[in-house]
């Protein structure tokens, strides 16, 4: 809460357990949570916002703009003296704990800009409608994280030769309150936390990492759905199998193993948990709606490909018909977001639409349309549009 309102809470120890300060503001998430107000809010139990997309323009997302999605609540009560991280599982022949000082002191410390995406992001274009949070296009950000490396504490720990996955546990409650239950408890395979990018992180931006995006302490998975990135990191259990926790079944953060009709049921035995997140791209500037008086039009804006990078930038003005090549710049590092841009020019007056389409390094291109349906609404990365009126 000190870290919230920016000072200390004088008498902070005689506050009534489970009362807030009111200067936090409760009814007000964007003072909060030092969010910018034309950010959209989506639900506020838990609460979920997201920006739009000429919000996105920078190259390192700032935290005014970075989309809120949690599964439960915010911890009431972060102590960072005492904050510790525990590595345990069936793959680890003994576990081990680390204060936050300890981290930091005993491992190198790295920093990669990484984009992390909502794995419903684009949700509310689905049709007919799935269940959840009706993302638009703007749960997703490139930033700037510093941590250590996941391998290096793995590696100190000792793991077995059977280990197959990690699972996160975090400090975050049930929406219910209830102790027994976790609002979530994702993970990714063994080969994926040895990676080089793959970090226990404390800062954010060069800042402490904000309390609603996991302070003291995160997973930082990159190119992945970020449900894998948990916050408020307290364990990380080493599994000899895939990890079995919240969130980690039936249809969440899965899709058809195979393609089905808009509306089917799926049985849970068909269901493929997401791994490394689809090639797409967003158009940054300008903002949909732009009426130019000139025929020619600069636009710029961000790709990403989860695990891949991107090979190809394009965009069309006659509806997918033709395509132009934009420039395309390297990223400043694997999983980070590339940024494109392009000079565009209009043949008349009239309205136009510009289209992008991202090629990622496997030579798969993003869809003109919505893909295809599944029962929550993931992995849509449907070529983005923005309206242009020319007179």
């Not at 991202?358 to 030579?363: H, L, N, P, R």
Request: hydrophobic share 35%.
């Amino acid at each position: 809460m000190t870290s919230v309102l920016g000072m200390d809470i004088v008498f902070g120890e005689k506050l009534p357990k489970g009362l807030l300060p009111i200067g936090l503001d409760q009814d007000d998430p964007y003072a909060l949570f030092k969010k910018d107000k034309d950010m959209i809010l989506l639900n506020d139990k838990p609460y979920n916002m997201e920006a739009l997309a000429h919000q996105l323009d920078d190259d390192i997302t700032p935290n005014e703009y970075i989309f809120v999605r949690n599964n439960g609540l915010i911890p009431r009560e972060i102590d960072t003296e005492s904050w510790t991280l525990t590595i345990d599982g069936e793959s680890v022949s003994e576990p081990k704990t680390y204060t936050l000082a300890e981290l930091k002191s005993k491992f190198p410390t790295h920093s990669y800009q990484l984009t992390l995406e909502c794995g419903g992001n684009g949700r509310a274009e689905f049709d007919p409608p799935p269940k959840g949070n009706q993302w638009s296009l703007g749960a997703v950000y490139c930033a700037k994280w510093t941590g250590v490396r996941l391998k290096d504490v793995l590696e100190d720990v000792g793991i077995n030769s059977d280990a197959v996955y990690i699972g996160y546990y975090a400090a975050d409650e049930h929406l219910t309150r209830d102790p027994n239950k976790e609002a979530i408890s994702r993970g990714v395979p063994i080969s994926k936390a040895m990676m080089e990018e793959t970090l226990i992180a404390y800062q954010m931006n060069d800042q402490d990492i904000p309390l609603v995006h996991g302070h003291p302490l995160r997973l930082v998975a990159g190119g992945w759905p970020a449900s894998a990135s948990g916050k408020w990191l307290q364990r990380i259990s080493v599994r000899n199998k895939v990890h079995d926790g919240e969130k980690m079944g039936g249809t969440s953060y899965r899709v058809p193993c195979t393609p089905v009709a808009p509306g089917d049921k799926v049985e849970d035995e068909d269901m493929c948990i997401i791994e490394s997140m689809p090639v797409k791209s967003l158009i940054t500037y300008p903002k949909t709606g732009a009426m130019i008086s000139d025929k020619k039009l600069s636009i710029r804006g961000h790709a990403w490909a989860g695990e891949n990078s991107v090979r190809k930038m394009e965009y069309s003005i006659d509806f997918g018909s033709t395509w132009k090549e934009c420039d395309l710049k390297d990223a400043p590092n694997r999983l980070a977001w590339q940024r494109f841009s392009a000079e565009v020019e209009f043949l008349e007056e009239g309205y136009y639409e510009v289209w992008a389409r991202a090629t990622d390094s496997d030579g798969v291109s993003q869809p003109m349309l919505v893909p295809g349906w599944n029962p929550k609404g993931y992995l849509n990365n449907a070529c983005h549009r923005i309206a242009v009126k020319v007179s």
